[in-house]
T-cell receptor, first 109, second 115 residues
């Protein structure tokens, strides 16, 4: 079967750096997405990786290793507003998105 | 504001009721999706429409019935639901189901409670 694994919950301190990992096993691969979802709100797109390496976008970076079936989302200079759930999703060989259960990130002052 | 709106935002219904969820996208996209989001579970894809044709139906019970009258509107008709159907129902749209980046834009969801 296909599955996406990511930690259920993480805690970090304001101003620090946190890395959220995602491992996947899918039938084919056509890209990996990270979304942010604040409580009670819609998921919003953060990043997309289809080739190995690091994609940087401001305070957020996303890394992909296709050979290892692994990605991480790196958040720098954490702010209280970064408290949210972070969803990892992989587009499989049929272009269907397979979703992880999300990582709830708690930021403490 | 993502360009995708959903109504109602909250819905409480009994098991014998019939109700409909509405989604509208203002982004000119060709594909629309219904997802079910339950606590601590991955998003479950229910239906996909591309150019108003249903292209995905992931073994969803027949008590959920989608309708896509045009590329901007998507409905989910509900009847004789069960308490375990209580969840957040999210609508999303994208330029098309495949393609290069093709991220999905989500609406705020309808929080459904079945009594």
């Amino acid at each position: 079967g296909q599955n996406i694994d990511q930690p259920t919950e993480m805690t970090a301190t304001e101003g620090a750096i946190v890395q959220i990992n995602c491992t996947y096993q899918t039938s084919g691969f056509n890209g990996l997405f990270w979304y942010q979802q604040h409580a009670g709100e819609a998921p919003t797109f953060l990043s997309y990786n289809v080739l190995d390496g690091l994609e940087e976008k401001g305070r957020f970076s996303s890394f992909l290793s296709r050979s290892k079936g692994y990605s991480y989302l790196l958040l720098k200079e954490l702010q209280m507003k970064d408290s949210a759930s972070y969803l990892c999703a992989v587009r499989d060989g049929n272009y269907q998105l397979i979703w992880g259960a999300g990582t709830k990130l708690i930021i403490k002052p | 504001e993502t360009g995708v709106t959903q109504t109602p935002r909250h819905l409480v219904m009994g098991m014998t009721n019939k109700k409909s969820l509405k989604c509208e996208q203002h982004l000119g996209h060709n594909a629309m999706y219904w997802y079910k989001q339950s606590a601590k579970k991955p998003l479950e894809l229910m239906f996909v429409y591309s150019l108003e044709e249903r292209v995905e139906n992931n073994s969803v019970p027949s008590r959920f019935s989608p309708e896509c009258p045009n590329s901007s509107h998507l409905f989910l008709h509900l009847h004789t639901l069960q308490p375990e159907d209580s969840a957040l129902y999210l609508c999303a749209s994208s330029q098309n189901p495949s393609g290069s980046v093709n991220e999905q834009f989500f609406g705020p969801g309808t929080r459904l409670t079945v009594l």
